[in-house]
């Protein structure tokens, strides 16, 4: 039996002993997408540190061009006469060695440089994606088995050791260890975005959704503004750069504690939700929770969902674009414009800030249309996927047609920033629309797909650009990008569904019915004899 998009009025009842529950107050579902806010903050901010770490990281008189390995400046102080005086004042690893065990431990500075050449810088920043891919499937299905607050915990304290331990790592194995620490990095971080859709699964009602979902997904903006500055303060403290790592590493381990602590699978597990709260979202989802047996993943019936494809369609095109935007656009205004954005911290943060405000209004919008019958569900979902392709492929054409003016390019690209966000309302949280107990599983293949896509986005980009320097080549660029935009939210539009599918929540067994019926004299020790009909 399908359940209509458009089916968004819910009429529950509040006993007595619950009467204090109100649904437009503050509830144990707005905490745990709080958690997962600042879970996600975490992940996007040591995501952006490693490419501001390595500034500080490397010594900056090194030809980054060229093809030196070496780990540590022992090699570099054995050609002297190469190098300049201020070279000579970075320590070696004897002498950091020798410096006594604070300094062996790199907890006081001076701090060592490395001769990591360009290619090497790269591949250690690569290194974190390519663990990220190899987990995104398999992260599904361990939050769907295991559930996502195990996963979530695990995730963050695995990235709390490998970040506090990675300059330990740098120092004494240098650039091959530092890359198999992130892909370690990568590995847990790949169970973060399967692991919150999954929570979202059973904790976001439909006529919530988008403010539940977006306000827990706004930690990737957030996290992108809050990264780059903080990792650029501590780099030139006395911390220095294994502070970084440290911090993040602290940070991490901080709220996978808060996550095992206060995180809960779902309402049926939270120890202090209330009946009502907890009756509210359940009937509004669909399904109890209260099945201990987990169900079996229908890859068949995913597999042959058109909604899934329209889903895998528009995360492809917003992944190429947003790495577009993040990657090639810098080169672009360096090459071209002129202008190194990424050596202002207040141009770099001012677009992503501006997402992250422009998030709760669409989040806001899509929920008003849905609550007050305006739009269906699935048109919904359209109208928002489509505010966050179509201004955004304008945005890359007009970038590549502007002026050689900050102000203009700045503009054009907080107008991009402003309204992609609007996906985050579309098609990333369809998935639950679709299907609210194989959410995670829909979005780790999506994820999967859209990114082992998006990784073409630079090498297209570098196979178009024979002359970084020529305006129209990158027109080129920009012109795939904005292409791809349009093709995949049309396709998107073509084929979305918001549908529940039949094979979301198959049908309870007779020890499920048992556990529900024992659920009945819990109800009626608060006092079942007040009811109060209360209508979103």
């Given amino acids: 039996m399908k359940v209509k998009d458009n089916e968004t009025s819910l009429q529950i009842k509040v006993v007595d002993g619950d ?4 649904v437009s107050g503050w509830g144990y579902r707005h905490q745990q997408c709080l958690i997962l806010f600042f879970c996600l903050t975490t992940a996007y901010s040591m995501r952006a540190c490693m490419g501001v770490a390595l500034v500080a990281m490397v010594n900056p008189n090194i030809n980054t061009e060229s093809l030196a390995t070496n780990h540590s400046l022992l090699e570099m102080n054995r050609n002297e006469s190469s190098l300049s005086p ?6 070696s690893m004897e002498e950091v060695k020798a410096g006594g065990f604070l300094h062996s431990l790199l907890l006081i500075p001076p701090y060592p440089k490395f001769d990591w050449s360009k290619k090497t810088q790269d591949y250690i920043l690569s290194s974190f994606f390519l663990g990220y891919m190899l987990l995104q499937i398999p992260a599904g299905q361990l939050a769907h088995f295991f559930g996502a607050r195990y996963l979530l915990t695990g995730a963050l304290l695995i990235n709390c050791v490998m970040s506090f331990c990675l300059p330990w790592a740098s120092f004494y194995g240098g650039w091959i260890l530092t890359s198999i620490f ?5 590995l847990s971080q790949a169970c973060v975005i399967p692991g919150m859709h999954t929570m979202f699964g059973k904790w976001t009602t439909l006529e919530e959704r988008g403010r539940l979902a977006g306000l827990a997904y706004g930690g990737q903006a957030l996290g992108t503004v809050l990264g780059l500055p903080i990792t650029g303060f501590i780099a030139s403290s006395p911390l220095g750069w294994p502070g970084i790592f440290r911090f993040y590493g602290i940070l991490s381990g901080i709220f996978g504690g808060v996550i095992w602590a206060l995180g809960a699978n779902s309402p049926a ?7 009502a709260e907890r009756k509210y979202i359940e009937e509004s989802i669909g399904h109890t ?6 169900l079996k993943v229908p890859w068949g019936s995913i597999l042959r969902s058109r909604g899934l494809y329209a889903i895998v369609i528009a995360h492809v095109g917003q992944t190429w674009g947003q790495l577009t935007l993040y990657s090639e656009v810098p080169a672009y205004m360096d090459k071209v414009m002129g202008v190194n954005i990424k050596a202002n911290g207040v141009l770099t943060a001012l677009p992503f800030l501006v997402m992250w405000f422009s998030n709760f209004f669409f989040s806001w919008f899509t929920d008003m249309l849905i609550v ?11 109208l928002a996927n489509t505010l966050g392709s179509i201004p955004a492929a304008i945005g890359l054409i007009a970038l590549a047609y502007a002026p050689k003016n900050i102000y203009v390019v700045e503009i054009i690209l907080i107008v991009i920033c402003a309204f992609k966000i609007s996906c985050h309302v579309g098609f990333q949280i369809n998935h639950i629309d679709i299907s609210s107990n194989f959410s995670g599983t ?3 293949i999506s994820n999967f797909v859209s990114n082992s896509f998006g990784a073409l986005a630079p090498v297209v980009a570098g196979f178009i650009l024979t002359d970084v320097t020529n305006a129209i080549l990158w027109r080129k660029v920009f012109f795939v990008s904005a292409g791809l935009y349009f093709f995949t939210n049309l396709m998107y539009v073509i084929l979305c569904t918001a549908e529940k599918a039949e094979w979301d929540n198959p049908p309870e067994d007779d020890k499920d019915v048992e556990d529900l019926k024992e659920m009945e004299p819990m109800v009626s020790e608060k006092n079942t004899n007040v009811t109060n009909g209360q209508k979103i």
Avoid at 19 to 22: I, N, R
Avoid at 372 to 382: A, D, E
């Fill in 19 to 22: 009467s204090d529950f109100k």
């Fill in 372 to 382: 007050k019958k305006i739009l269906s569900v699935r048109n919904t979902r359209k």
């Fill in 182 to 186: 992130r892909i370690i990095q990568g």
């Fill in 442 to 444: 829909m979005m780790s």
């Fill in 289 to 294: 929770g209260m099945n201990k047996k987990k």
């Fill in 86 to 91: 201020l070279d000579k004042n970075y320590p």
């Fill in 269 to 275: 597990e939270h120890p202090k939700i209330s009946m």
